[in-house]
């Protein structure tokens, strides 16, 4: 289906049991992605980078993709230590080896387009995942780590209202840039980057990659038994 037709069902969903933040962020993303939309219809098949370029030369080169490709992948956990919104230092290997399922995402506070549907989906999720949401690990990590201070990602993370299953990761360049390897997902510079989604619905299982916008609603399918058990 085309993507012009897809976005916008993706904000018909009441927002009756939404907080005033959840509802704010919803409207923001919809008007940025409305004017993805705008964009790509407007140079009739040219990639969306090239029309954002054409408007303006300081917007965000993002990729938009509007289906979704699933791939399994093994990964090695990069031995980095990042710092977590609340400005502890601790190994990664560690936050993704707590025993619980994991979901994780590479974002940064100032994107306008890719970062914001992701933390949509995830803020998602967590409501799907109802009393059962505790079980599972969300993980975001910044690749602007020299912007995205701690404080910033608390603020960022409210916004989303991310419960304490949810957290938010920054640290040193070249910790973020050893993990977005790791993961496949480094493309040079925080303007090139594309929306991924990796789950891995239980220790030693393979990661389930997915490349495009993600739907809550896939990723509960992902995470299975934790899931159901909600």
């Not at 008007?31 to 993805?36: D, E």
């Not at 409501?127 to 690749?143: M, N, P, Q, T």
């Not at 790791?182 to 991924?196: E, Q, T, W």
Request: glycine letters at 6%; a neutral charge; proline letters at 6%.
């Amino acid at each position: 289906m085309p993507l012009n037709r897809r976005l916008p069902g993706l904000f018909e969903r009441s927002t009756i049991a939404m907080s005033p933040a959840t509802r704010r962020v919803r409207a923001f993303v919809a008007g940025a992605l409305a004017l993805v939309v705008a964009l790509a219809s407007a140079v009739l098949g040219q990639g969306v980078a090239r029309a954002a370029e054409d408007a303006d030369p300081h917007a965000h080169h993002h990729h938009i993709m509007a289906e979704t490709a699933r791939t399994l992948a093994d990964y090695t956990v990069p031995d980095v230590v990042l710092v977590r919104e609340d400005g502890k230092s601790v190994a990664l290997t560690s936050e993704l080896e707590d025993g619980r399922p994991v979901v994780l995402s590479f974002i940064y506070t100032t994107c306008t387009t890719i970062c914001p549907l992701t933390s949509m989906t995830l803020s998602e999720l967590q409501r799907k995942l109802g009393a059962g949401r505790d079980r599972v690990h969300l993980v975001s990590i910044s690749i602007d780590p020299e912007q995205d201070t701690p404080a910033r990602l608390r603020d960022y993370a409210k916004k989303f209202d991310a419960g304490p299953e949810w957290q938010h990761y920054t640290g040193t360049v070249a910790a973020s840039v050893a993990s977005q390897r790791a993961f496949g997902v480094y493309r040079g510079d925080k303007m090139s980057h594309i929306p991924v989604t990796l789950v891995r619905p239980a220790a030693g299982n393979r990661w389930v990659r997915i490349e495009g916008f993600a739907s809550a609603d896939q990723l509960l399918a992902e995470l299975g038994p934790v899931a159901a058990s909600r």
